[in-house]
């Protein structure tokens, strides 16, 4: 396959298109933006594999899927250029850098945590954390929120969940349907534009063929280590219901890593007690540090709660596998949504009623990342946070004399790096972290 046109390069080798994508998931730090502003740079910019136009119509296919894009975008590209083969390169080689470097943190997490040092250096980045989440918050604010519809929708969503605890798949649910309602109705309160793509040159029979085939592959690969866990370990075994937990947070991971982590957090701190608060927040921070997608805080989780629940398995063991199974269910999803997707990329491209849901789930997404960033803050700056239902509300409530002078400057001084001094997320977090082992070592911790 050759994509070569006017300002385009033929399509690389395998091999140089293998040490490319191996070059992005090593360097893949701050984000999916940062991230798929690289891979632009790589592929379009510099070595002209892809067009403009194909890669935009490949980010925006990916932004419509549920789970990481910027990995999907990366399995689209390679799938592209090489086919199935070019892709799973691609997406794999995003991942696997930093999943192993997550399993490293998690380790030390693991055995390091009650060490005064230690803990300090997450005091450190946690007050990071808190900053990194209302930074996203503006971030994807400035992009969705267009409208006085599309700030009512963020509005909305963030009220339904702090005050009547709605479900984060309902939010975007209802979120999607308002989009899809008024996509053909009044598109102008939601900012849509003209949509379209250009027309496949493949036949409707030959696309749904490839797409079923695909379909079926992934879903057995998807699946397959979840079905061997429950016939080795039993049903009820953690390895069993971190794969069905995270497979279905795989399907609702619309809006990029930060939208469900409210959703993540709520399930596994109050509703399965895998982790706390402390170490939820602690999860992020490992995860903004690594390459590859945010959402590799999915592993932490995946790695304490196979720890403390191993069953006939030793600890340490059933984390390392309580953590691969977790990468496993979070990513295999996303192969499918490529290699099933990818053939009706520009049928989906030309329909505004997708459009029209993308747009107001992306509005909704930022009242959901906002209740995050208060989540976080109120147990970052308070030792004691409360929840209590009065009525049909859902309330939070703090104690004024447990907040936190210490996390109060860490937090600013976190705040300073990113929005005054405007300095990256990883250069951030280990700031704080030295910040916090230095009030640690002179005593100056509250």
Not at 285 to 309: C, D, H, K, S, Y
Not at 376 to 392: E, I, K, M, S
Not at 431 to 445: C, D, E, F
Request: positive net charge; charged residues 10%.
């Amino acid at each position: 396959m050759t994509l070569a046109a006017p300002g385009t390069a033929a399509t690389p080798s395998f091999a140089d298109a293998t040490k490319l994508w191996a070059k992005v998931g090593a360097l893949s730090f701050g984000g999916a933006a940062g991230q798929i502003a690289m891979m632009h740079r790589f592929v379009v910019d510099e070595r002209r594999w892809v067009e403009e136009r194909r890669f935009l119509d490949a980010l925006n296919y990916c932004t419509l899927l549920p789970g990481p894009e910027a990995q999907q975008l990366a399995t689209y590209l390679g799938w592209l250029m090489h086919g199935v083969r070019g892709g799973l390169v691609a997406g794999l080689l995003f991942v696997i850098p930093g999943a192993v470097f997550m399993l490293g943190l998690c380790l030390l997490y693991a055995l390091g945590t009650g060490v005064p040092l230690i803990d300090g250096i997450f005091f450190g980045i946690k007050a990071a954390v808190l900053a990194i989440v209302a930074e996203a918050v503006i971030r994807i604010g400035r992009r969705a929120m267009k409208t006085w519809l599309l700030v009512a929708l963020s509005i909305a969503a963030f009220l339904a969940i702090l005050l009547l605890n709605a479900p984060f798949p309902l939010v975007i649910l209802a979120a999607g349907a308002v989009g899809i309602v008024l996509a053909t109705r009044q598109p102008d309160l939601l900012s849509l534009k003209g949509v379209g793509g250009e027309p496949t040159t493949r036949s409707l029979a030959e696309r749904a063929r490839e797409a079923a085939t695909s379909a079926l592959v992934w879903l057995a690969v998807w699946w397959a280590p979840v079905a061997l866990a429950a016939l080795l370990l039993g049903g009820g075994h953690i390895l069993v219901e971190l794969g069905l937990f995270f497979s279905k947070l795989a399907v609702i991971t619309f809006g990029g890593a930060y939208a469900v982590l409210a959703y993540l957090a709520d399930e596994a701190v109050n509703a399965k007690h895998w982790v706390s608060a402390a170490e939820m927040i602690d999860g992020l921070g490992l995860a903004e540090t690594t390459p590859g997608p945010t959402i590799l805080v999915n592993q932490f989780v995946g790695f304490l709660a196979a720890m403390r629940a191993p069953g006939p398995l030793a600890p340490l063991a059933a984390a390392t596998l309580g953590a691969i199974m977790t990468v496993w269910v979070t990513f295999a999803p996303s192969f499918l949504w490529i290699f099933a997707g990818a053939p009706f990329l520009d049928d989906l491209r030309r329909s505004p009623r997708i459009a029209g849901a993308l747009a107001a789930i992306t509005a909704a997404v930022v009242g959901v990342v906002a209740h995050l960033a208060l989540w976080f803050a109120l147990n970052v700056l308070f030792r004691t946070v409360r929840q209590a239902d009065v009525g049909p509300l859902h309330l939070i409530f703090v104690e004024p004399a447990t907040i936190r002078p210490d996390a109060l400057v860490l937090s600013a001084l976190a705040v300073a790096l990113i929005f005054v001094l405007h300095r990256g997320v990883v250069f951030t977090v280990a700031v704080l972290a030295a910040a916090g082992a230095a009030l640690t070592l002179l005593g100056l911790r509250a």
